[in-house]
């Protein structure tokens, strides 16, 4: 089945930070050849263009004080979308056998991030910036989200709303090991201390990764944790649910969180998987269309 996918984006400060510290982005990739010059006549001197063949989507939340923080997730979202556009085979699919090698490529793309960060940082006033990193990269019907922090990637298809990430906080991390339950994990002091991010000054990044297989009337939501500190995960489904559009729905997720405190600064992003309707060839009378004798 055909689909095309609506997207949207917004972010916003929030009511208690004094700059907001979070960035994202939402790209559409597509094939292109553009002939400059051939001695070929005729119409194979027009450019040719595949159309769409894949989206990228990113939120980042930046940490490290002042503006460092701004730094941070701004070069992280900079950089990610340098290495799509110029140096990923993002035009593979995994039906050519190549789900691998796309994996590989994003776990280094996110290496690419850690690297432009921590040089910045090391010649600057914020050598302790950082910033999460989730994105999601769709190539119908696939999509693959690479994930570092506690930005999340939730999963809605029908009634069900599925967390695909797992926050890298200390207190998950207890959580995990059986040291914490998630009520006292939420509670917490250390609900928001990262052990893995992009720069912040620690050793290096491990990022997450994990793919599903899309089905028309999915929706994606990328969302930093201005959005989920203080929502529930019932709050936001039901916030999706009843919102007409991508662009409803993050202005919806953004108020909501504003009314819900504000503590941090709040960014989503929303994909929505839709049904294209195929043409009908069906003659009226409702028989076959015969060969021509």
């Given amino acids: 089945m055909s689909v095309t996918i609506e997207s949207a984006g917004l972010t916003d400060i929030g009511r208690v930070r004094k700059n907001n510290e979070d960035h994202f982005l939402i790209a559409e990739l597509s094939k292109r050849l553009r002939v400059t010059q051939t001695s070929l006549s005729g119409p194979q001197l027009s450019a040719w263009h595949a159309g769409v063949t ?47 090698e796309l994996e590989a490529e994003l776990r280094h793309a996110v290496e690419a991030v850690e690297q432009t960060v921590s040089d910045v940082a090391s010649q600057s006033h ?8 989730t994105l999601a990269y769709i190539l119908w019907p696939r999509v693959y989200v690479v ?22 906080t200390i207190a998950q991390k207890a959580v995990d090991e059986g040291y914490m339950t998630e009520a006292q994990a939420a509670e917490s002091t250390f609900a928001h201390t990262l052990w893995n991010c992009i720069g912040g000054g620690t050793e290096g990044v491990s990022p997450d990764l994990y793919h599903a297989t899309l089905h028309p009337g999915d929706e994606l939501l990328l969302c930093t944790d201005g959005v989920t500190r203080g929502l529930s995960d019932d709050a936001i489904r039901d916030i999706l649910k009843r919102s007409p559009t991508a662009e409803s729905a993050t202005r919806a997720l953004i108020d909501a969180a504003n009314e819900a405190g504000g503590p941090d600064n709040i960014t989503a992003v929303v994909a929505r998987i839709l049904p294209v309707a ?16």
């Fill in 54 to 100: 894949g989206h990228l989507l990113v939120v980042a939340d930046g940490m490290g004080g002042v503006a460092g923080g701004e730094v941070a997730s701004g070069l992280a979202v900079e950089t990610i979308s340098w290495y799509v556009a110029k140096t990923m085979p993002w035009f593979y699919r995994y039906q050519d056998g190549r789900e691998k």
């Fill in 126 to 133: 914020f050598r302790r910036m950082g910033t999460t990193l």
């Fill in 147 to 168: 994930h570092a922090g506690d930005s999340r990637c939730y999963l809605h298809r029908g009634g069900k709303f599925v967390r695909m990430t797992k926050d890298h």
């Fill in 278 to 293: 195929e043409p009908d060839t069906t003659p009226p009378d409702g028989t076959a269309f015969l060969p021509k004798v």
